[in-house]
């Protein structure tokens, strides 16, 4: 089952925060972020693991709840190049791969 | 050339057609996958490659048949496809397919099937 992402769509003025949920119905091992611009591959900006370690982006933080099975990713001072689409991914290993399932997605738009 | 990279990057096809999608890694990765994103859906996984054995098959019609010959190529063979078909497939690599490691994305091959 997918994780559920919120909001769907936010617009920022330039040097706004944003915080981005991401909530799963399933026990998880880690939880991925990536940023998509429209026609670009997706982008690796974080993994947060179950126990604390942190992988990723300097300037973007995110946190995990492993009791709640959430994550929230913190967008702060935004620059127009943080617009994109923002997926969270929460993985789960099935004993001989990774499977990471993805949100639907946050549509973030950044303005001057 | 970096990163991962898929070609075509454009692909229009008929439903009688066969044709088949390529991803090359450059990243020295030994795990390879191919996903599905289709518009207003999240990114579905399809298959997951590790060490050039396929360790996942998530549910994907047989007109679809992946192909990795090496750790460094994927290939994705796609035959007597449905217009529902139709969708940006991206291939990603890692490190390896075990928990906690990042995945990269190559530009992906946009589908149309007629």
């Known amino acids: 089952q997918q994780p559920v992402q919120s909001p769907q769509a936010v617009i920022l003025r330039e040097g706004e925060d944003a915080v981005i949920n991401c909530s799963s119905s399933?026990?998880?091992?880690?939880v991925h972020w990536y940023r998509q611009k429209h026609g670009e591959a997706p982008v690796f900006l974080m993994i947060?693991?179950?126990?604390?370690e942190q992988k990723g982006h300097e300037k973007i933080s995110a946190s995990f709840n492993e009791k709640k099975q959430q994550s929230s990713l913190y967008l702060t001072a935004s620059q127009l190049s943080y617009s994109g689409t923002y997926f969270c991914?929460?993985?789960?290993?099935?004993?001989?791969?990774?499977?990471?399932?993805f949100g639907t997605g946050t549509r973030l738009q950044v303005t001057l | 050339e970096t990163g991962v990279t898929q070609t075509p990057r454009h692909l229009v096809m008929g439903m009688t057609n066969k044709k088949s999608l390529k991803c090359e890694q450059h990243?020295?990765?030994?795990?390879m996958y191919w996903y599905k994103q289709s518009a207003k859906k999240p990114l579905e996984l399809m298959f997951v490659?590790?060490?050039?054995?396929?360790?996942e098959n998530n549910s994907v019609p047989s007109r679809f048949s992946p192909e990795c010959p090496n750790s460094s190529h994927l290939f994705l063979h796609l035959h007597t496809l449905q217009p529902e078909d139709s969708a940006l497939y991206l291939c990603?690599?890692?490190?390896?397919?075990?928990?906690?490691?990042?995945?990269?994305f190559g530009p992906g091959t946009r589908l149309t099937v007629t």
């Open positions: 991914g929460t993985e789960i290993f099935t004993g001989t791969a990774s499977k990471l399932t």
């Open positions: 990603a690599s890692s490190r390896q397919a075990s928990e906690g490691y990042e995945q990269y």
């Open positions: 947060l693991l179950k126990g604390g």
């Open positions: 490659y590790s060490l050039e054995e396929r360790v």
């Open positions: 399933k026990a998880l091992y880690s």
């Open positions: 990243l020295g990765h030994n795990a």
